[in-house]
């Protein structure tokens, strides 16, 4: 068995310090209308505002300062269809250093388009994860990049946790939070910043489709579930390892949710906040709406994750009517 | 000829103070990409953020609570399709007095929902001009209500002033202000708010399909635009005689665009900037797309005048792309 070098309070302080002059502070917002609804006070963090539209570019930034000179010399490569191929592109922007972006061929044009505009270099496979892997692989033998994976490091999950810490600067006294949770780098982060505010539980929220995190942390290991079909993209993705062993410290709960539940707490932060969110962002709204608040929380901080959404294809008809 | 009586800045400052305890001080915010493509600096000030999600309710806000004891107590009436009507519902809500909003029968549904929540009464009508006039005459006459216009009226546009006045506050080298022009309550407001800044020089922006105020300005008198057909559903109204009169004295410049450059803006801000806005809100950044910024201006405030729109009906379809 591997020993984990798992990332400490320290390290996000650490993070927050680095990426302070790169990434927003991004703002916090509520809805008297959604707090009636679900029944507590919610403040979002609105990481929808983040550079690169998500909270992704905290913990890709952070990787990226954090690299030594002839790690970021080399450049850096990861594969993505979503938001952290944009984040990590920016990093290296802003860096000055290569990147290479592994991605499928059917990722959406703005999102390759967004990739490109902040100067990376894109290399497309085949839409399966095996066909990722080996792109990756057979690159890194042409040319040795250092490879920033999207969830499952230390820099990317100190990176992640800043978004909360900002949170718990400014509302010390929340009696929960809760984080969307896919491959686990914010749910993780998010936990270790929650370890400055004791009296503040965490709990993940992810679609019922897609509830490997929720049986991973039942069973004591982490269990894949089988190519899940969410329309929360951002959260198919399996538990990583690092992130698991974070959570299993520190994580409360993991709250499943409806896919109708995800459109609806969608539409809602759309419609009484404003704020264009994908539907992964909306899955903590989902899990309050769905399931009512946890027992006791009258303060809740919800980490509204990203804005990154295909505007052309939205997933309500004219049939719908609010 | 009639003897105007036009607010002054001092009526501003007054409405501040009095809106301020019920009224957000709605945040700005920028886009690095918009700020690219458009060749200028860009705050924009998001009165899609604002309470019952326009600026509409600053205005709305300071009438009611400007009204004396037995005005008050008599209630308010008005007729609104439109944004108007949710922000005097709530504005009346909040000083606790009756409301009673006349709308066309073909509202809709969400609009009619929200003025209902805020507890306003509700009287349908069909939908033309005459027959909401018509509507009002007959409701005074069972029961004298105070009318609150939604923008030919001097608290209106002493309130509507307000979004600019904050951004001013902050933004005090602000090389022109641009805003939406419709009844031009918010483009009075903003001229009026700008005697503050006088190197600061104000432009109104409309659609080229309602150039009402564009031709009234050149003209000299007001000149109304024949049944407008233009997505801006805000900016169909033909401009008041109170606006028309500041406009003359203030506003440097009209700004019309096309349909299409509306859209085209309203897609920038909801992808880049991650705002759900209103078409109407959309108006000034398409101006800046279509005409490029004004000579010499380089620091731009541009308000974001309002965030309500049918998520079921936009502008776009799956063969557009970004």
Redesign the interface.
């Known amino acids: 068995m591997t020993v984990l070098k798992l990332p400490t309070r320290r390290d996000l302080r650490e993070a927050a310090s680095r990426i302070a002059p790169y990434a927003h502070r991004t703002?916090h917002?509520s809805s008297r209308a959604i707090d009636a609804l679900v029944g507590a006070e919610i403040v979002f963090k609105c990481e929808?505002?983040q550079r690169a539209?998500a909270f992704k570019f905290r913990g890709a930034c952070n990787a990226v300062l954090s690299l030594d000179e002839a790690s970021a010399t080399r450049g850096v490569i990861t594969h993505s269809s979503g938001n952290h191929a944009g984040a990590l592109a920016l990093a290296a922007q802003i860096r000055g250093i290569e990147a290479c972006i592994v991605m499928p061929e059917d990722a959406s044009?703005?999102k390759i388009?967004a990739v490109r505009a902040y100067g990376a270099r894109i290399e497309f496979c085949a839409s399966t994860q095996a066909a990722r892997e080996a792109t990756v692989a057979r690159l890194q033998q042409e040319h040795p990049r250092t490879l920033v994976h999207p969830y499952d490091d230390p820099r990317v999950i100190a990176g992640q946790g800043t978004a909360a810490l900002e949170l718990l600067q400014e509302f010390s006294d929340l009696d929960i939070l809760i984080a969307p949770v896919g491959g686990g780098g914010l749910l993780a982060g998010t936990a270790l910043a929650a370890g400055t505010a004791p009296a503040t539980a965490v709990y993940g929220a992810e679609p019922l489709a897609a509830d490997d995190a929720k049986r991973s942390l039942a069973a004591g290991h982490i269990i894949a579930v089988d190519r899940p079909t969410t329309i929360a993209d951002g959260l198919r993705t399996c538990v990583g390892e690092h992130n698991f062993a974070i959570m299993r410290q520190h994580v409360r709960d993991i709250l499943t949710v409806s896919e109708a539940a995800i459109v609806a707490a969608m539409?809602l932060i759309?419609?009484r906040?404003?704020?264009?969110?994908e539907p992964s962002g909306a899955v903590p709204l989902a899990a309050l709406l769905e399931h009512g608040p946890p027992p006791g929380a009258k303060r809740i901080g919800a980490i509204l994750s990203g804005?990154n959404i295909d505007?052309?294809?939205?997933p309500?008809?004219?049939a719908?009517?609010?």
Chains 1, 2 share one sequence.
């Open positions: 703002p917002m929808n505002l539209g044009r703005v388009a539409r759309w419609e906040m404003k704020l264009v969110v804005g505007l052309n294809s939205l309500w008809s004219a719908d009517e609010a």
